[in-house]
């Protein structure tokens, strides 16, 4: 049974920064592609980052340059560490996952932000100005 469960989030004042988590169950991560999301209040989900079961990292232009994103295969754990938050990056905030198709086919992010196979619960990021 796969399972995705971010946590956390936090309150923190506009400048801060917080490292998200993504623990992950049912799938071992190393192959997998796992995306990061955020729903403002009142707006539709959007991407925000992806790492692709090759490592590779992909960025929307508002994270650019503050936000990071990570795997720690060891703890089938992956990360966001968000720097420099602003108000407007208020929102819940949940991975997602694609699993590889075969072991020569992994995860992958080339349209991550229409969405994954797999989502989990979210954690709430307040940044405060």
């Known amino acids: 049974d796969v399972q995705l469960q971010a946590s956390g989030g936090g309150l923190v004042q506009a400048g801060g920064s917080l490292r998200l988590s993504c623990s992950a169950s049912?799938?071992?991560?190393?192959?997998?592609?796992i995306g990061w999301f955020r729903q403002a209040p009142g707006k539709e989900p959007e991407g925000v980052s992806c790492?692709?079961?090759?490592?590779?990292?992909y960025y929307e232009d508002f994270v650019k340059g503050r936000f990071t994103i990570s795997k720690d295969d060891a703890k089938n754990t992956a990360y966001l560490h968000l720097n420099s938050l602003k108000p407007e990056d208020t929102g819940v905030y949940y991975c997602?996952?694609?699993?590889?198709?075969?072991?020569?086919?992994?995860?992958?992010?080339?349209?991550?932000?229409?969405?994954?196979?797999?989502r989990g619960k979210g954690t709430q990021v307040t940044v405060s100005s």
């Open positions: 049912g799938f071992s991560i190393d192959e997998a592609a």
């Open positions: 790492m692709s079961g090759w490592g590779r990292t």
């Open positions: 997602a996952a694609e699993l590889p198709l075969s072991s020569s086919v992994l995860g992958g992010c080339s349209q991550y932000s229409a969405g994954m196979d797999y």
